[in-house]
């Protein structure tokens, strides 16, 4: 049905208190839609969407025109979007082309919950962290894009998470030397930010990128948090359960970067046997897990340990288990050599002050043992 337009006429302020700083509006620009039938509004933003090309073709939902608006200000950017790909810690993943070099790249999208202050303090924190951080096996912030409620970081592209790679490929693509390089290729990443005060706090195979070259990156630093000498208090929900270093499960709020390193043992042992470590499916099963291959632990083993909140004296006494007997009672997959269960062993110590570090676990011998390809 046709619209009989009429010439504008200056609004009154008292009805239409919205429009002040708007600019010039019309009656029928301010009037509220709470007073039109929904058959209204869907005809009058037809109407509107037929002279406004960011809007062409939607139901009247004002989600998918800010959607189609959004798209249009990424592509202002130089950047074509794809499709979703997964989720980060606290926001969607998108796949999308960088025009200017034809690249592909990923875009990680933050809500920014206006009406609660702005943008979270996690999501700052990501990007201040991101923005100090240039090594080959971290991944790498390139640009951020600012659109009215959402912030979109982009990130260098990688073709798979290391848990699709185990569940899609299986041992074929994860032989001794594929475990031997993708070790070594997170623990110099790991090193790297351990080096620059941080702790990742939420290592685990969804998070470990690998692209079709076989370069590992470690992403998604939603939970990181910089830390300083002397160590303060952090909180101890972090970090996915299978992969939660016991000191953090026993309630501590004091921890290092070995709580990083306890996750890159379970990575290793799950590469291996293409399975869990740790598979808890609560806070005391994971301990259980813990202490059925390793013993349940007290001062002699851990010193210190009855002084974490969680800490009881009646659980069950588990003796440490052989250390390689357990491994291939797993049923690895991929040959299991001594210095291999010497690094894991040196990973999942359970008091963090004996803990290897990234820095040496890097120079272990495990990733040295062979010299075949030596000519003199």
Request: proline share 5%; glycine share 6%; net charge neutral.
């Amino acid at each position: 049905m046709s619209r009989h337009l009429r010439a504008p006429r200056p609004l009154p302020e008292e009805m239409c208190k919205a429009s002040k700083g708007l600019g010039n509006r019309t009656l029928d620009d301010c009037l509220p839609l709470a007073l039109l039938t929904k058959e209204d509004r869907v005809q009058e933003m037809k109407d509107k969407c037929k002279d406004d090309p960011d809007t062409t073709n939607v139901d009247g939902s004002k989600d998918a025109i800010d959607e189609r608006r959004e798209e249009r200000d990424i592509i202002d950017q130089g950047y074509t979007k794809m499709g979703k790909i997964g989720e980060g810690t606290y926001g969607e993943v998108f796949r999308a082309i960088h025009k200017a070099t034809n690249s592909t790249v990923a875009l990680k999208r933050v809500h920014l919950h206006i009406s609660h202050g702005g943008i979270s303090t996690t999501a700052l924190r990501e990007i201040a962290l991101l923005k100090e951080i240039k090594h080959k096996n971290v991944l790498r912030l390139r640009d951020l894009i600012y659109r009215d409620t959402n912030l979109y970081l982009v990130f260098d592209y990688s073709d798979v998470d290391l848990r699709r790679y185990i569940e899609k490929v299986g041992r074929p693509g994860l032989t001794y030397k594929h475990i031997k390089s993708f070790t070594h290729q997170i623990l110099s990443g790991l090193q790297y930010i351990h080096s620059h005060r941080i702790l990742h706090r939420d290592l685990k195979p969804q998070n470990i990128l690998i692209n079709r070259s076989g370069m590992v990156t470690i992403a998604d630093f939603g939970l990181s948090r910089s830390f300083g000498v002397p160590m303060r208090a952090y909180t101890h929900n972090v970090i996915t359960l299978w992969y939660r270093a016991p000191e953090i499960l026993l309630g501590g709020l004091y921890y290092s970067t070995a709580v990083d390193m306890w996750s890159v043992g379970c990575i290793m042992i799950e590469m291996a046997t293409l399975a869990p470590a740790f598979p808890g499916d609560s806070q005391i099963d994971e301990l259980f897990n813990i202490f059925q291959f390793l013993g349940t632990p007290d001062e002699n083993v851990w010193p210190g340990i009855s002084t974490y909140p969680c800490f009881e004296n009646n659980w069950p006494p588990w003796k440490r288990r052989d250390f390689q007997k357990h491994i291939l009672e797993l049923k690895p997959t991929a040959p299991i050599s001594t210095s291999m269960i010497e690094l894991i062993e040196s990973l999942l110590t359970y008091d963090p002050a004996n803990r290897i570090s990234a820095k040496a676990a890097e120079a272990h011998e495990f990733f040295f043992d062979d010299i075949s390809m030596l000519h003199f």
